[in-house]
């Protein structure tokens, strides 16, 4: 079971001027965590500690067919 996970960018203000979203495809949180983790710029690394609690409050949807996993989209500023 895949689900598409709509995720708040965890950079804060002022690094990250107005945030931004990033669409993942991921089995469960913790693949979602990691897939972001990789996703992340290295510049971004010291805020990693805000990725897992950006993944718990995402919204999340089942999908209907069995898609990769993989980081989707992203906006982010």
């Known amino acids: 079971m895949k689900y598409i996970y709509i995720v708040d960018y965890w950079v804060p203000f002022p690094t990250s001027e107005y945030g931004g979203v990033i669409n993942v495809i991921a089995s469960n949180d913790v693949e979602c965590h990691d897939l972001l983790q ?21 919204q999340v949807f089942e999908l209907a067919s069995d898609e990769p996993s993989e980081v989707v989209s992203t906006f982010t500023t």
Request: proline content about 0%.
């Open 38 to 58: 990789s996703w992340r710029d290295e510049c971004d690394s010291k805020y990693d500690s805000g990725i897992m609690e950006s993944v718990t409050k995402a």
